[in-house]
């Protein structure tokens, strides 16, 4: 999408041509600039502002381990026929859903880098960790 | 129950022997037949016998039925009604020639800790015309406990613990569904383990012990998170008791094991069955047959006989 808007943008840099040389030339470089800015923009805010899954699935959190960038949304989702929490470990627990039934979801946004460990309380050998960085 | 255990390969009616009762027969004999348990203690040491057996009432002592993982609120295939077979299982407690003196609900009243479920639960139990005493499962901790404190916490301490004495024998209520750790077993935690030290002190060493909790305490199969980290320490302070029995539910299955002087039952649900520890990749509901779940779910009735060495056990199926 973001090289299709910068393509679109040529006639409108072909048009100024007529106009001082050095306008245009600075003319689109400012353009280039704010295109290739706001492009930079778009592209962090797709992979922070992402959203990835975790499910629940016989008693394990699928993936165990999670890597993800600042800003993303992490949400579980319950596939057992049983009840599961998601709540983390540290003394605050920074994020604790209720009990979770079947097909029900829980999402938290990382805002802050760290490592997350986090279990299911009503079974606590399940244990998922959550990286953020 | 004569005909039950007629009809059943592998068990013994001398289990049912007043003096001298072969105990691992009789733990074999509940591990099969699960249900309800008529718990009567004779003598120290409750035994376990027939729902539909004379042997409580023409002895006379002291009965209580336990009733365990209602599980109001689940609906999966496992079982969509439990509160059906929750009714069922009140049914057949009614049914006893003799009443129970109470009852004990050792855990998973609800399914997600939700007031109507709490409610629904309260409204069934009713029909058994007793008290109930009554320790959480963890499902019934999946809002911090605040429901089942509201309903069932008066004049308990800490998270729910608590004793108290019916007939000579010394009852005692612990909460091992609040200290979870990751990757750990549950945990009673030091602060009730102090409070255990303290209520126990003063009893003669013959006082008839009865336990009762949710998740067992001992290592049924930690793989699966069935044991009790710091249950050792709470045994510890009940060794030097003649007689010490400890029911608990959580597994939806009955499993025994003696212990010296302890005996270890758990308890069947009412509500759905699970696998035999390690039988499955997990300890999820177990799907049985419509038609055959009667037969995976039940209570279990208690009777103690003053003079008599053990409690008599029965674990009662819904369905034979």
């Not at chain 1, 689109?28 to 699935?57: M, P, Q, Y």
């Not at chain 2, 009443?99 to 309260?122: C, N, R, V, W």
């Not at chain 2, 980290?229 to 008791?241: C, P």
Request: hydrophobic share 40%.
């Amino acid at each position: 999408m973001t090289s299709l808007r910068r393509s679109g943008s040529l006639p409108v840099l072909r048009r100024l041509r007529r106009g001082s040389s050095l306008f245009v030339l600075g003319g689109a470089l400012a353009l280039l600039l704010v295109l290739g800015s706001l492009a930079h923009w778009n592209r962090t805010a797709a992979v922070a502002g992402e959203t990835r899954e975790v499910k629940i699935d016989n008693y394990s959190f699928s993936p165990g381990t999670l890597t993800v960038p600042v800003g993303t949304t992490v949400s579980w989702t319950n596939r057992d026929e049983t009840v599961h929490t998601v709540v983390a470990q540290d003394a605050g627990h920074t994020f604790k859903s209720g009990g979770l039934d079947t097909d029900d979801k829980f999402s938290f946004t990382f805002d802050k880098p760290g490592t997350y460990v986090y279990i299911c309380t009503v079974h606590p050998y399940m244990t998922g960790k959550i990286v953020v960085q | 129950m004569s005909d039950r255990l007629n009809a059943s390969p592998g068990l013994e009616l001398q289990h049912l022997g007043r003096d001298g009762l072969d105990r691992r027969g009789l733990l074999k004999c509940m591990a099969w037949a699960g249900a309800g348990v008529l718990w009567t203690v004779t003598g120290g040491v409750p035994r376990s016998v027939g729902l539909a057996d004379a042997y409580a009432g023409t002895m006379g002592g002291l009965s209580f039925v336990q009733i365990s993982d209602t599980h109001i609120g689940f609906n999966k295939p496992a079982n969509p009604h439990p509160d059906a077979t929750m009714t069922q299982a009140v049914a057949s407690i009614r049914a006893l020639p003799t009443p129970p003196a109470f009852l004990i609900h050792t855990g998973d009243i609800t399914h997600l800790s939700k007031p109507e479920q709490y409610d629904m639960a309260a409204e069934i139990i009713k029909g058994a015309n007793s008290e109930v005493h009554y320790v959480p499962g963890e499902h019934d901790w999946l809002d911090g406990g605040d429901a089942f404190k509201a309903r069932h916490g008066a004049g308990t301490k800490g998270d729910g613990w608590y004793s108290f004495d019916s007939q000579g024998v010394h009852f005692i209520a612990l909460v091992n569904v609040v200290n979870f750790k990751a990757g750990s077993l549950t945990s009673l935690g030091a602060d009730q383990i102090a409070w255990l030290k303290d209520d126990v002190s003063g009893l003669a060493s013959s006082t008839p012990i009865v336990v009762f909790t949710h998740i067992p305490m001992w290592a049924v199969y930690p793989q699966w998170g069935w044991g009790t980290e710091d249950s050792g320490q709470a045994l510890e302070l009940l060794k030097r008791f003649g007689s010490v029995t400890v029911l608990n539910g959580h597994i939806h299955q009955v499993l025994q094991k003696v212990e010296g002087n302890v005996t270890f039952h758990t308890a069947m649900s009412t509500a759905y069955p699970q696998p035999a520890p390690g039988a499955a990749a997990s300890p999820g509901p177990l799907k049985v047959p419509a038609d055959k779940l009667g037969g995976y779910l039940g209570i279990r009735e208690v009777t103690y006989v003053e003079g008599q060495s053990s409690l008599a056990i029965l674990d009662k199926p819904l369905m034979a």
